[in-house]
């Protein structure tokens, strides 16, 4: 008796492992190792020309941490990431909330259109973007053929094109996880705010948006992690003229073939990302508390 | 008890200058769906109504027009005399307890209490006295600092009926409040309510498709039926005078037998029968009874100006409080309940079924 009792729970657990089995075996192959080699990657050093020596030496590490330009990178790639985020975030929270109320019969519709972004690629959303905001784009042509601008005003090759291309694509994953994170919201709720005397803008300030909060914490994370690693919208809009982490790490790799520095970077980006997350819950934990 | 016609005349007009909330010829349609239709409906100062209905007729439908929440398709809405219908929700001064509580799961039970106040502009140590004031009315005095989760049900709807009552509405409005709590908390919470209602002397609405709710809570019951009232009266009315079929079988019990007009009268089981009240012109008829209503006696008892009706006693059941027993009559099964106390006639007895006049009831029979 008491030995079939124990033997349930092992069984349980033991069928439990064998049903996220090929997930994890799937992880490790395509996720765990590659890290592990990366990381190994970093400690490599770079011969005089140029190829790659195996070795155990920090020197990557020290001179990507002496040279003033990864500060600058990574304060360009945190504070992109944070505003586009929060483009994306009061572009999308309409949306979402609109989404999550609409009784119309093409709500599913709808919902699927808003994110149908996702399903086109990075590229030709970018080129979208170049159509339109390029020197010869649409909007240029607006100005100066009516006259307002004489010169094309740079809208592109810039932090202002980047962010905006890059809230664009998070768009749709913020408008996922703001619908995720709105079942809480009760209508009747805010009905009771409208019937004890709050006008709409109050009911949306007291009782919707703090009622919202847990969707918006968990919308803002997902995309800025998603933000921080965009390398596509930030490479094309860009131009060479916007320094960001994910860039850069390209760059090394590719341009200067330069391993070992393209894989402490990346670690780098990695850690500071986990604590730029580890501090957000914090954060957000003690807020709610 | 006979009036002048000037003194009744002037006594309509004082009625009706007292009408605090008023339902004019009120409608709302969803697209094929009529759920209200033509809803009239006058309460005075201090007054409680129940809106009292199955589900789906248009209950919370009305109630949320009222409270702004809904515009009407046709109709209007008055509060003292002023035409409110298009006045929305957040000043229309109405305290509104929802059927789920709705209380705001973010704010402690003050700050629930002290919403309304605080959108009314009152002061901090106004409102934290008036909050304070409502807590104690509705005996929740130490748990101002608890979250809504923390609160049992029951608690909850003392929290969300302060919540209405401290803003000192016009019209207070309770939408099913009491069907989420066990038995003996709802019948505790029912005298709670009627007793602040009455002290405070606040108009109530009152929505509900339990008739026990309605018949001990409110002053006057409006019957719903498919949208429309059926019939509007105090709850002794209701009951011993349902002005139709529907009302008839919606509220309380009732023995249901076909009767027949012949040239002489009324004719059930093939004896004559007589009511005090008018018969439908319809042809196929039904005589309404209160199972409690019917005497049970010997066989060849007189019936005199009553009712009579024999038959044979089948069974029994034993429902705790009352005793019901089953007689199958000439005109068909008759439920009748009697106390149990003294001799009781055991199944195979003959019986008589006797009934007065005045507690006979004829409707047009229901279309198959
Ligand atoms: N938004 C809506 N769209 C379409 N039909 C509706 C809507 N709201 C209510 N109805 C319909 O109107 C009718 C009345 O609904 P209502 O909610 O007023 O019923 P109720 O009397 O409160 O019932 P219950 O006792 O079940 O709460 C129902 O038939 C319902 O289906
Ligand atoms: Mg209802």
Redesign the interface.
């Known amino acids: 008796m008491s030995g079939r009792q124990r033997e349930q729970p092992l069984r349980g657990r033991l069928t439990g492992l064998a049903l996220i089995a090929p997930a994890l075996v799937l992880l490790g192959a395509i996720y765990l190792w590659p890290m592990l080699g990366l990381g190994r990657m970093a400690f490599n050093e770079t011969g005089s020309t140029g190829a790659m020596a195996p070795a155990l030496s920090l020197a990557t590490f020290r001179s990507l941490f002496e040279d003033p330009f990864t500060l600058e990178t990574t304060w360009n790639s945190v504070w992109l990431s944070f505003v586009a985020t929060l483009l994306a975030l009061v572009l999308a929270y309409p949306l979402a909330l609109f989404l999550h109320r609409t009784q119309s019969r093409f709500r599913s519709l709808l919902t699927v259109l808003a994110v149908a972004p996702m399903l086109v690629s990075g590229v030709v959303r970018v080129f979208g973007w170049l159509a339109l905001l390029g020197d010869r784009g649409l909007i240029n042509a607006a100005l100066m053929g009516s006259g307002l601008t004489a010169q094309p005003t740079r809208l592109v090759y810039n932090y202002f094109g980047v962010t905006l291309g890059l809230a664009e694509s998070l768009m749709p994953y913020m408008i996922l996880a703001l619908l995720a994170g709105f079942g809480?919201l009760?209508r009747?709720?805010e009905?009771?705010?409208?019937?004890?005397?709050?006008?709409?803008w109050?009911?949306f300030l007291?009782?919707t948006l703090?009622?919202t909060v847990p969707a918006i914490v968990l919308g803002f994370l997902l995309c800025f992690v998603l933000a921080m690693s965009a390398y596509i919208t930030p490479k094309l809009l860009g131009g060479g003229r916007v320094f960001l982490l994910a860039t850069e790490i390209f760059d090394h790799a590719i341009t200067n073939a330069n391993w070992p520095a393209a894989a402490a970077l990346a670690l780098y980006t990695l850690v500071l990302v986990l604590l730029l997350v580890a501090a957000y819950a914090a954060l957000t934990r003690r807020a709610e508390a | 008890m006979e009036q002048p016609l000037a003194a009744r005349n002037h006594q309509c007009a004082l009625t009706r200058r007292m009408s605090h909330l008023t339902l004019n010829r009120l409608s709302k349609r969803y697209g094929e769906t009529v759920a209200v239709a033509d809803v009239s409906l006058s309460v005075a100062r201090g007054e409680s109504v129940a809106l009292l209905g199955p589900s789906g007729c248009g209950k919370t439908t009305t109630l949320r027009m009222i409270a702004g929440l809904i515009q009407p398709s046709a109709g209007a809405i008055e509060v003292l005399g002023v035409d409110v219908t298009q006045v929305p929700a957040h000043r229309r001064n109405m305290g509104y307890v929802f059927q789920s509580y709705a209380l705001f799961p973010h704010m402690s039970v003050a700050a629930n209490v002290g919403f309304g106040l605080d959108e009314r502009g009152v002061g901090r140590s106004e409102r934290d006295r008036r909050v304070a004031a409502a807590l104690s009315q509705v005996r929740l005095e130490g748990l101002s600092a608890r979250k809504p989760r923390e609160l049992s049900g029951g608690q909850q709807q003392r929290v969300a009926l302060a919540r209405a009552l401290v803003i000192e509405p016009d019209v207070l409005l309770l939408d099913e409040s009491l069907s989420n709590l066990d038995a003996r908390l709802r019948d505790a919470m029912r005298l709670e309510i009627r007793d602040l209602q009455r002290s405070l002397g606040i108009t109530t609405l009152f929505v509900t498709h339990d008739q026990t709710e309605a018949l001990t809570l409110c002053d006057r019951i409006a019957v719903m039926h498919a949208g429309r009232v059926e019939q509007i009266a105090d709850p002794v009315t209701i009951y011993e005078r349902p002005a139709s079929r529907f009302v008839a079988e919606f509220v309380g019990r009732s023995v249901v037998l076909p009767v027949e007009r012949s040239e002489a009268g009324l004719v059930l089981g093939g004896r004559p029968v007589r009511t005090a009240h008018p018969v439908p012109e319809s042809r196929a008829l039904e005589l309404f009874l209160r199972p409690q209503r019917i005497a049970l006696a010997g066989p060849e008892t007189e019936a005199g100006a009553h009712n009579r009706l024999g038959g044979v006693v089948r069974s029994h059941v034993f429902v705790g409080d009352r005793l019901e027993v089953l007689v199958d009559t000439q005109a068909g099964r008759v439920t009748v309940e009697t106390s149990g106390a003294g001799a009781v006639a055991q199944p195979g007895d003959a019986v008589s079924l006797i009934w007065s006049p005045s507690d006979t009831l004829v409707f047009a029979r229901a279309a198959p």
């Open positions: 809480r009760d009747a709720c009905e009771a705010a409208a019937t004890l005397g709050a006008p709409p109050r009911v007291r009782v703090p009622l």
